[in-house]
């Protein structure tokens, strides 16, 4: 392939860690990396606009092949000329196959080597999905990066259940390989294996064999202790290929954020910022802020008095009370786009300063910090 | 009074009705009138923030006394310096009194010539409310314009009621002119009297002879036909000084907002665009639209073809239609944009129609549109 649907560009890498600097052209923008992906399942990220995502600088978001082709389908986008503009979302968009929405259905679903019957969690109606069916719903999503169906495992598992799901879903990538067609589309694998170093490695060296436009590291962040999810990665990164961009999956907590990057990860996803905005805890300098606390009633600092957000420029966090404890729209709005411009904001920061050669510095500056506020299961 | 807080000037009067062009001269802005206000009564346009309000050209915005007293307090909004810098608000706020909400909890009331003892609709919580206190707290919310403590009649009612609600609400605005102590701020009376002709002119009178900062016509649009509430506009009207801002409370259906400038009157306020559109209801050149039935499921033309709002140039029905079906915050974002945008725009197509001396020839070609449209009850 003389024109690859995303490219990677490796700029710059940590010499004392594995963390990296560098880019990923798409035919919707190119995006800086190491960074975080906001999540808009349902073909929003909620309670944003595509507007605003672009104010905090956003080039790249997830959507849910699952969540799409259960509502509204795959139809009513193809008719649009795809999710882009069915969405009037101009940056670049990966589409997660819905490999862990639909093993997350537990006894809603019956898995075969074919692929999965499951129930759809909005009307109970029967659907069957095969790799190849996600594969081709997902060159009608037009997303720029497609990803596998995969087989997720939940932690902790039996090794014997994890090798099975780790063998299927490289049968798996290997079909859904085959039924992509799509040029302008990347496609790329997921690598299964839980916490085993040996069913990694098995994983990424079946996946690569295969050859795709990037690498997902899968069932990780599914409820493990996070030291062993940064050992399962400092194991695995370093086999993946220096050449293709690397993604961790449902990582958006800030500590492992940091860890992640410093492990030679480039982007990742989580609901994290946006669904715990609309519960009231915003991210902060300072950890998170229970903003519905009857503490901040007369508070007229901002949410963060280190952020330059929008929202920290305008709102006290008196008036973002108010706004939740009376059930307005606007506070979720207020809250959600301060905990994604949290985010993105700390993403630029740790690639200005891999781009200055300090990241090693700001890790050892900034990891006792987001360790003490954030390092406790969420 | 040589510095007025509020000053109405009549920029030109229609020579074939009643309606008339003006401009309201406020401490926050100056609005051209016949002007519809959105309503804030928590202190929010509901999803939608102050700079999205500034977009569409919106000046002055409504709020209300009672909501805000009961949650979260006058102290908290005080110690902001008041609600515009507590809500981010640069335009202009008129608050409500809270007569009406007070009135509309039936049972939970009990009123008296000092005032309304009533029970809190969020925690049943009992306080109680007098001309002078709701004058007081207005002069801390430090809105540009506080209206009088009222007795809004329900309709229909028996004339005696009315008519003891009318002496009450004169009685109150007495009172509630000798304790309103805010050079900054405008006092607005509220004309009682139901349907009835005679009843609503004491109350004018008596309203006229203590004085105020502008009129608002209260108890319409509270269940009577539009024909009847247009009758008593054509009676009621003419009555009020002309010097002064007259405002028709409660009304925001695009007919009798027409129908309301041509008698006469310059502000309106209703709930109706921003609460419909969380219905999925919008206001287009062709009535209501249901965005969520099932036909709009595939459709890509916008909302209303014929209008220039950045909703309607950026997303199609088929896209907002989901987002609602799929219960995405953003789809009341798009919809409340929409209708407020759509009055907003109706209101500016009557003020230009009005400058360039075209008012009713623009009357005669839109009313059977907007009556066939819109003259429903809602």
Known sequence: MSSLPVKYSLIKQCQFSGARLGTLETSHGRVDTPAFMPVGTQGTVKAITPGELETMGTGLILSNC???????????????????????????????????????????????????????????????????RVARLQNIIASDIAMVLDQCSAYPAEK??????????????????????????????????????????????????????????????????????????????????AGKVRYLMGVGSPDALLEGVRRGIDIFDSVLPTRIARNGRVMTAKGYLPIRNSIYAGDLSPLDPD????????????????????????????????????????????????????????????????????????
């Open 66 to 132: 699952y969540h799409l082709f259960l509502r509204p389908g795959v139809e009513v986008i193809a008719r649009h000329g795809g999710l882009h503009r069915f969405s009037n979302w101009r940056g670049a968009i990966l589409t997660d196959s819905g490999g862990f929405q639909i093993f997350s259905l537990g006894g809603m679903r019956k898995v075969s080597d074919d692929g999965v019957l499951f129930t759809s969690h909005i009307d109970g109606s029967a659907h069957f999905l095969t790799p190849e």
């Open 160 to 241: 014997g259940a994890v090798k099975e799901a780790v063998e299927r879903t490289t049968r798996w990538a290997a079909r859904a390989r085959q039924a992509h067609k799509n040029d302008r589309q990347a496609l790329f694998a997921i690598v299964q294996g839980g916490v085993f170093d040996d069913l990694r490695q098995l994983s990424v060296a079946a996946l690569v064999e295969i050859g795709f436009d990037g690498y997902a590291i899968g069932g990780l962040a599914v409820g493990e202790p996070k030291a062993l999810m940064y050992k399962c990665l400092e194991h695995t990164v370093p086999q993946l290929p």
């Open 307 to 378: 952020c330059q957000c929008s929202v920290c420029r305008n709102y006290s966090r008196a008036y973002i009370r108010h706004l939740l404890n009376a059930g307005e729209i606007l506070g979720l709005r207020l809250t959600t786009y301060h905990n994604l411009f949290y985010l993105d904001h700390l993403m630029k920061e740790i690639r200005l300063a891999l781009q200055e050669e300090r990241f090693e510095n700001y890790y050892c500056k900034m990891n006792p910090k987001l360790t003490k506020f954030y390092g406790g299961v969420v």
